[in-house]
């Protein structure tokens, strides 16, 4: 006789009509998701950190250029302010006939002075703006001039003994009859500049540019043009003076100079 199957009962739940079947369900592994919940990606969470920390450090790095940008723009205001005020007070004591030797115009805009038969010296015009400024009979002694801009300045009969113009632009510049024994234009632009009867005894000329300028009855006696640069235009050398200690361009072509003076000429 077949044992009979023993009968699976369910344990059922709910009110009197009778609902539904309480269903085994396994208990959760460690780390798994609740029931109809997304898996958690470690990769998706590290680029969400990722993703904030970009963003707080993008945002701290745009406030320090804008905090930066702010400090130079106020500062760059300032330094503009002090230069105003600086050329004001100098339009000032120029007007007033003050005497303006060893005054100090470093980077100063001086394109509306007038500085005829004025005395600057020993001043300190270092990158000072000149162009087209009148100095004519100006006494710019052992003034100093390095990387000013004189282009078009009218420095006509100025006394420029020992002064430096180093790397200045002197592009068209009236230096026609200038006293400038030992003047310093290393590196100057002389460009189309006039420096006609010009006195050059012992000027530092090394590396100017030389371009179309007239030296025409210039005293060179012991000036150094070494590396002077002529351009496609060579200078204007009729009638120029100069002697044994005269330092010239290597290959300097002697039959641009129409003249070597004699002590007795001068």
Same mark, same amino acid.
């Given at each position: 006789?077949?044992?009979?199957?023993?009968?699976?009962?369910?344990?059922?739940?709910?009110?009197?009509?009778?609902?539904?079947?309480?269903?085994?369900?396994?208990?959760?592994?460690?780390?798994?998701?609740?029931?109809?919940?997304?898996?958690?990606?470690?990769?998706?969470?590290?680029?969400?950190?990722?993703?904030?920390?970009?963003?707080?450090?993008?945002?701290?790095?745009?406030?320090?250029v804008i905090a930066l940008?702010?400090?130079?723009?106020?500062?760059?205001?300032?330094?503009?302010?002090?230069?105003?005020?600086?050329?004001?007070?100098?339009?000032?004591?120029?007007?007033?006939?003050?005497?303006?030797?060893?005054?100090?115009?470093?980077?100063?805009?001086?394109?509306?002075?007038?500085?005829?038969?004025?005395?600057?010296?020993?001043?300190?015009?270092?990158?000072?703006d000149l162009t087209n400024?009148?100095?004519? /009979? =100006? @006494? #710019? +002694?052992? %003034?100093? !001039?390095?990387?000013?801009?004189?282009?078009? $300045?009218?420095?006509?009969?100025? &006394? *420029?003994?020992?002064?430096?113009?180093?790397?200045?632009?002197?592009?068209?510049?009236?230096?026609?009859?200038?006293?400038?024994?030992?003047?310093?234009?290393? /590196? =100057? @632009? #002389? +460009?189309? %500049?006039? !420096?006609?009867?010009?006195?050059?005894?012992? $000027?530092?000329?090394?590396?100017? &540019? *030389?371009?179309?300028?007239?030296?025409?009855?210039?005293?060179?006696?012991?000036?150094?043009?070494?590396?002077?640069?002529?351009?496609?235009?060579?200078?204007?050398?009729?009638?120029?003076?100069?002697?044994?200690?005269?330092?010239?361009?290597?290959?300097?072509?002697?039959?641009?100079?129409?003249?070597?003076?004699?002590?007795?000429?001068?």
């Amino acid at each position: 006789m077949a044992r009979a199957e023993p009968k699976r009962t369910e344990r059922r739940y709910g009110t009197h009509r009778g609902v539904g079947t309480r269903q085994y369900q396994p208990p959760l592994t460690t780390g798994a998701a609740p029931s109809g919940a997304a898996p958690l990606d470690p990769a998706r969470g590290r680029q969400v950190f990722d993703d904030l920390f970009t963003g707080l450090v993008s945002g701290l790095v745009a406030g320090l250029v804008i905090a930066l940008l702010t400090i130079y723009t106020d500062d760059r205001r300032s330094r503009r302010e002090i230069k105003e005020a600086a050329r004001l007070a100098v339009l000032q004591t120029i007007s007033s006939g003050q005497n303006l030797d060893e005054i100090q115009l470093v980077g100063l805009d001086l394109r509306l002075t007038s500085l005829h038969n004025k005395s600057l010296r020993n001043a300190n015009l270092n990158g000072a703006d000149l162009t087209n400024v009148g100095m004519s /009979g =100006a @006494d #710019l +002694t052992a %003034a100093s !001039l390095a990387d000013a801009v004189l282009n078009g $300045a009218g420095l006509s009969r100025a &006394t *420029l003994v020992n002064a430096s113009f180093f790397e200045a632009q002197l592009r068209s510049a009236a230096l026609d009859r200038v006293h400038a024994e030992g003047v310093q234009l290393t /590196g =100057a @632009d #002389l +460009t189309n %500049a006039n !420096l006609t009867g010009a006195d050059l005894r012992g $000027a530092d000329l090394r590396r100017a &540019t *030389l371009t179309g300028a007239s030296f025409t009855a210039a005293d060179l006696r012991g000036a150094n043009l070494e590396a002077a640069q002529w351009g496609p235009r060579p200078p204007g050398l009729l009638q120029v003076c100069y002697d044994g200690k005269t330092r010239w361009p290597t290959g300097m072509d002697f039959s641009l100079v129409a003249k070597r003076c004699r002590e007795a000429d001068r």
